[in-house]
C-alpha cells in the first residue's frame, strides 16, 4: 500500500514538472511571444513561403522523438540529423527560429527552449495567414538526439486511411484530429516527387489515379514531367496557397487533393463526414484545428535542456 502511494505521488511529481502551462514564461521572459510575434511578420513579409515551411517544421518536430527542437538541430561529424533525413527537400526556413532564439537569449538567456519557440513560431505562422489563434502551451525542453533515419517515423504522401490511423494514434491523436492537421496543407507548396505515383504507372491498370479529377491531374503531368531536370518543380498545396483557410478540403471534395493522403480522407465515414464539415464551415475548421494543434504540440519528447543555440546542444 505504502510502494503503491510512493508511485502514485511520484506519478503525480513528474506529471507535473512535464505539464505545459500557457502562462510558463509571464514571470521569467513575458516578452518571448511577442518578440516571436515580430520576427516572424518580418520574415513573412520577406519571404511568403515562410509560413508554411514553420508549420510543417513544427509539425515534423513533434512527429519524431515528440516536440523538443529535435528537426533544428544540425548534422555533426558522427551524426547526420533529421534535417538531413529523406524528406528535408521541404524544410527550410530554420533561420527564422535562430533570429527569434537570438534576440530572446539576450533578453533572458537559458529560459526559452528552441521546442517552444518553434511551437509559438508555428501558431503565429497560422494567425498572421488569416488562421485561428490559440494560446500555445510552453514548457517543452529541448532534446539532445536527432537522427536522421528516423524520419522514416513521418507519415507519407501514399498513405492510405489506414496507415494514417496507425501513424496518429501512435502518437495519441485521432481520426478527428487527422482530417483537422491535415488542413495545414492550406499552406504551401510541394515537389512533384511528392505526388508522381498518383500521375504515372499509378497500378496494373491506371497510368493516373482515378480519384484524381482528369483535368486536374492532366495539370499535374504537364508540371512535371517525367525528365524535368528543374529540381525544384511542383504545385501549391491549395488554391490559396498564402492564406490560412478552408480551401483544401473543398478541393479535396472536388478530387483535387494534391496527394493520396489528402483523398483517402473520403474512403472513411467518420473522415468524410468531418471533410464535408470543414469544407462548409471555415469557422468549425478554425475551431477544430487550434484544439488538434494543441493536442500534436504538447506529444511529450524527453528533452531536459534549454538550448543556447538551436542548431547545437549545449
Ligand atoms: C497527414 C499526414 C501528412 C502527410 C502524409 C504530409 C505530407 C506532406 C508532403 C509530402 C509535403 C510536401 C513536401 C514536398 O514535396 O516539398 C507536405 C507539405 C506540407 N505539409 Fe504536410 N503532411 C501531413 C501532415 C501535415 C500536418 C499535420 C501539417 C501541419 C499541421 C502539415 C503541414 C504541411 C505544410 C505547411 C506543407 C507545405 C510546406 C512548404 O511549403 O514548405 N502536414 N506535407
Ligand atoms: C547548419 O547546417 C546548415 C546546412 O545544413 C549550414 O548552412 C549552417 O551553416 C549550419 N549552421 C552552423 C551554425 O554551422
Ligand atoms: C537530404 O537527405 C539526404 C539523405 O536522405 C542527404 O544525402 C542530402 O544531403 C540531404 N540534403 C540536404 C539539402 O540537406
Ligand atoms: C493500406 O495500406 C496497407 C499497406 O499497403 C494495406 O495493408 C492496407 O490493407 C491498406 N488499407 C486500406 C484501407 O486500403
Ligand atoms: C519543369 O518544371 C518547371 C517548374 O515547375 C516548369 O516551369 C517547367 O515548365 C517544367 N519543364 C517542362 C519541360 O515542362
Known sequence: MALQSVFVITFVLFSCVNALSSNYYDQTCPDAESTIRQVVKKAMSNDKTVPAALL???????????????VLLNSTKNNQAEKDGPPNISLHSFYVIDVAKKQIENMCPGVVSCADILALAARDAVTLSGGPYWAVPKGRKD???????????????????????????????????????????????????????????????????????????????????????????????????????????????????????DSTLLTNSRTKTLVLNFANSQHEFFKAFADSMIKMSSISGSGQEIRHDCRFVN
Do not use: W
Not at 513544427?58 to 522523438?65: A, E, L, S, T
Not at 518543380?233 to 496527394?259: C, H, R, S, V, W
Open 143 to 261: 532534446g539532445r538526439i536527432s537522427i536522421a533515419s528516423e524520419t522514416r517515423q513521418l507519415p507519407g504522401p501514399n498513405f492510405n486511411i489506414s496507415q494514417l490511423q496507425q501513424s496518429f494514434s501512435q502518437r495519441g491523436l485521432s481520426l478527428d484530429d487527422l482530417v483537422a492537421l491535415s488542413g495545414g496543407h492550406t499552406l504551401g507548396f510541394s515537389h512533384c516527387s511528392s505526388f508522381r505515383n498518383r500521375i504515372e504507372n499509378f497500378d496494373s491498370k491506371n497510368d493516373v489515379d482515378p480519384s484524381l479529377d482528369a483535368s486536374f491531374a492532366a495539370n499535374l503531368k504537364k508540371i512535371c514531367p517525367v525528365k524535368n531536370t528543374t529540381k525544384n518543380a511542383g504545385a501549391t498545396m491549395d488554391t490559396t496557397t498564402f492564406l490560412f483557410d478552408n480551401a483544401y478540403y473543398k478541393l479535396i471534395l472536388q478530387k483535387k487533393g494534391l496527394f493520396s493522403s
Open 56 to 70: 510543417r517544421m513544427h509539425f515534423h518536430d513533434c512527429f519524431v522523438r515528440g516536440c523538443d527542437g529535435s
